[in-house]
């Protein structure tokens, strides 16, 4: 093998690596399929739980009991994601909700940093719902109800017995967080939409379901949630780029004073030596007087041409002053 086909080799193999090096992976933060529920905990075991039977996880969130159920991760996580699951609703009784969400220990659906999906059924409305709340606690929220929050599509209402596909995504740099509802395994949207975060949303570290918050005592949502995924996004960004501003000020440069030998800059303090003081002497600069601007130089005017006239009147003037002479 030449020297040319080794190199060449080598130069693949180069572009290769660092072609690898560039992609993006977005990583998985946890995922499950409900085979078992290691790592699942609850306040109440009779409200949530493993069903063996359907290969779910049952929910029956009651309001006023403050029954939860939680999944922790393995340590708090900041930057854009999406959180995806099934859920089948089997009985949402008026002025209850399912909830579902990404947040903090504690597990208050009023609470931030929170992302909560609903199925919101608090005046009968049976609307899909997003809520996003900061960690200043400032909310926000969207209903698939117009005129309800920042909503103005059309009516869409979910259905007890049929079961739904949730698509969640955080982007940090955008401070948007963006809701997709459809049918497992179809892509057209049943519902679509979008609410804007205002304060800062990190540290989240738990996935829960939970009846603290808003609801009724003693009504029922009740159902089963499914095939659970939380992604890390690395293709998309988690701070803005740095961008250079074209009206930034450009600094004016300023005449420093300079200090003479053993002098202390004017706004230090002064020390002592041998008991006595040291005193900062600097070298003052007199503003130079304004001069007066010379005349500019006159402009010369072109003359018409004597020819020998004038060198003659001045050799009769010289005779006249030699006969004056004598």
């Known amino acids: 093998m030449s020297a040319v086909h080794v190199s060449f080799i080598f130069a693949i193999l180069l572009l290769s690596t660092i072609l690898q090096g560039s992609v993006l992976a977005d990583t998985p933060l946890y995922s499950t399929d409900f085979t078992d529920s290691t790592g699942w905990e609850t306040n109440s075991p009779s409200s949530f739980y493993l069903d063996n039977q359907t290969g779910r996880y049952h929910y029956q969130i009651t309001g006023g009991t403050g029954s939860y159920a939680y999944y922790p991760l393995a340590e708090a996580f900041t930057g854009p994601f999406t959180l995806e699951f099934d859920v089948y609703p089997e009985k949402t009784e008026e002025k209850s909700s399912f909830r579902f969400g990404f947040g903090t220990e504690g597990y208050d659906s009023q609470k931030g940093p929170l992302v909560l999906a609903e199925l919101y059924n608090q005046n009968g409305e049976q609307a899909f719902s997003l809520t996003g709340i900061s960690k200043e606690n400032l909310l926000s929220q969207t209903f698939s109800i117009p005129g309800k929050a920042n909503y103005s599509g059309k009516t869409v209402k979910?259905?007890?017995?049929?079961?739904?596909?949730?698509?969640?995504?955080?982007?940090?740099?955008?401070?948007?967080?963006?809701?997709?509802?459809?049918?497992?395994g179809e892509s057209t949207p049943i519902f679509s939409h979008f609410v804007m975060i205002t304060g800062k949303m990190e540290e989240f570290s738990h996935l829960f379901l939970t009846s603290i918050g808003e609801g009724q005592n003693g009504v029922k949502a009740e159902g089963f949630i499914d095939n659970i995924s939380l992604v890390s996004l690395s293709s998309v960004m988690a701070t803005p780029e740095p961008t250079n501003t074209p009206d930034e000020a450009v600094p004016t440069p300023t005449l420093v004073t300079s200090v003479t030998s053993g002098a202390v800059p004017p706004n230090e303090t002064t020390e002592m030596t041998n008991g006595q003081e040291?005193?900062?002497?600097?070298?003052?600069?007199?503003?130079?007087?304004?001069?007066?601007?010379?005349?500019?130089?006159?402009?010369?005017?072109?003359?018409?041409?004597?020819g020998v006239l004038p060198l003659a009147g001045l050799f009769g003037l010289c005779i006249a002053c030699l006969f004056w002479r004598r």
Not at 160 to 183: A, C, G, N, Q
């Open 158 to 184: 979910f259905s007890d017995k049929e079961e739904y596909h949730f698509r969640i995504t955080w982007y940090p740099v955008e401070k948007r967080i963006s809701l997709t509802v459809t049918s497992p």
């Open 278 to 306: 040291i005193t900062p002497v600097t070298e003052s600069i007199e503003p130079l007087p304004d001069r007066t601007p010379l005349p500019a130089p006159p402009t010369p005017v072109p003359t018409e041409q004597a």
